[in-house]
């Protein structure tokens, strides 16, 4: 069975408000986890069944008739998610990880032994998960969390060079299928001046490179307004079948972290330089 999930809000800045509670955002990929008749069943968040992908959680020992929300991550050695090894994992057929763990990760309940809790509070749903899982292991566990403190924690988790934290209103409600401002999320983005030197045909990406030259990646995300200044503007070198090449064009994004390659990850437009 599955249920559209509830969406996070964006937020700029953390703030510290006790009606809420703060956890850590977690580097992976979205996963609703049922178990009925017995039989557990794993779906991404756009209800796609993925459920031989990961072998490991078909015996979990949860009641029948549960639905949980959560989060399926891969470890590095040092503990910290690895989205780069998730994604790998992921799109292998052999299922294997070397030195890395998988962990599904928990932070909600939908339906709990057959009956909906989708609208108790989200209070009392993180009481019936210490009754769902009540020991955690490094395949199954709770996300931990705690009351108010978001700025402290947003600070800790810049320090850790970690993605970023969830803001949730303790009386929030599961809003299946719903985007909800009683959830937040603050992103610990990173910020760089990079040059613009290419435009891709057909569907829109600029090609960016560090200003040593060597290549930052594809931005994708720009809005309308400064594409337009950007086609009036741009000075072409060349082209081939895939790009237009142009005079760099010196701007500043922001992305999550730099892939293992270098790249900037999910780079984003914030200003011309």
Same mark, same amino acid.
Request: net charge positive; charged share 30%.
């Given at each position: 069975?599955?249920?559209?999930?509830?969406?996070?809000?964006?937020?700029?800045?953390?703030?510290?408000?006790?009606?809420?509670?703060?956890?850590?955002?977690?580097?992976?990929?979205?996963?609703?986890?049922?178990?009925?008749?017995?039989?557990?069943?794993?779906?991404?968040?756009?209800?796609?069944?993925?459920? +031989?992908?990961?072998?490991? %959680? !078909?015996?979990?020992? #949860? *009641?029948?008739? &549960?639905? @949980?929300?959560?989060?399926?991550?891969?470890?590095?050695?040092?503990?910290?998610?690895?989205?780069?090894?998730?994604?790998?994992?992921?799109?292998?057929?052999?299922?294997?990880?070397?030195?890395?763990?998988?962990?599904?990760?928990?932070?909600?309940?939908?339906?709990?032994?057959?009956?909906?809790?989708?609208?108790?509070?989200? +209070?009392?749903?993180?009481? %019936? !998960?210490?009754?769902? #899982? *009540?020991?955690? &292991?490094? @395949?199954?566990?709770?996300?931990?969390?705690?009351?108010?403190?978001?700025?402290?924690?947003?600070?800790?988790?810049?320090?850790?060079?970690?993605?970023?934290?969830?803001?949730?209103?303790?009386?929030?409600?599961?809003?299946?299928?719903?985007?909800?401002?009683?959830?937040?999320?603050?992103?610990?983005?990173?910020?760089?001046?990079?040059?613009?030197?290419?435009?891709?045909?057909?569907?829109?990406?600029?090609?960016?490179?560090?200003?040593?030259?060597?290549?930052?990646?594809?931005?994708?995300?720009?809005?309308?307004?400064?594409?337009?200044?950007?086609?009036?503007?741009?000075?072409?070198?060349?082209?081939?079948?895939?790009?237009?090449?142009?005079?760099?064009?010196?701007?500043?994004?922001?992305?999550?972290?730099?892939?293992?390659?270098?790249?900037?990850?999910?780079?984003?437009?914030?200003?011309?330089?």
């Amino acid at each position: 069975m599955f249920f559209s999930p509830m969406l996070l809000q964006k937020e700029d800045t953390p703030f510290d408000d006790d009606s809420y509670i703060t956890e850590l955002k977690l580097d992976g990929i979205r996963l609703e986890l049922s178990k009925f008749d017995e039989k557990v069943k794993l779906y991404t968040r756009h209800n796609n069944d993925v459920t +031989t992908k990961f072998p490991e %959680l !078909l015996k979990v020992d #949860i *009641p029948s008739g &549960t639905v @949980l929300d959560g989060e399926i991550i891969v470890t590095d050695p040092e503990g910290k998610p690895d989205f780069e090894a998730m994604m790998s994992r992921f799109m292998s057929k052999r299922n294997i990880l070397e030195e890395n763990t998988l962990s599904y990760v928990v932070f909600d309940v939908i339906q709990y032994k057959g009956k909906a809790v989708s609208r108790l509070p989200l +209070t009392e749903r993180k009481q %019936l !998960l210490n009754e769902i #899982i *009540p020991q955690d &292991t490094s @395949l199954i566990s709770k996300v931990k969390y705690i009351e108010g403190n978001s700025t402290a924690y947003f600070d800790l988790v810049k320090q850790l060079g970690l993605e970023g934290i969830v803001m949730k209103r303790k009386d929030s409600r599961y809003e299946v299928g719903k985007r909800s401002h009683s959830w937040l999320k603050v992103i610990n983005y990173q910020y760089e001046d990079v040059l613009i030197t290419g435009i891709r045909k057909g569907e829109f990406g600029l090609l960016l490179s560090f200003p040593d030259n060597k290549p930052a990646g594809l931005m994708e995300f720009m809005p309308t307004k400064e594409r337009k200044k950007l086609y009036q503007s741009h000075q072409v070198v060349s082209e081939n079948d895939k790009y237009i090449c142009i005079d760099p064009i010196k701007v500043n994004v922001k992305y999550r972290n730099l892939t293992k390659r270098g790249f900037l990850r999910i780079p984003s437009f914030v200003k011309w330089i």
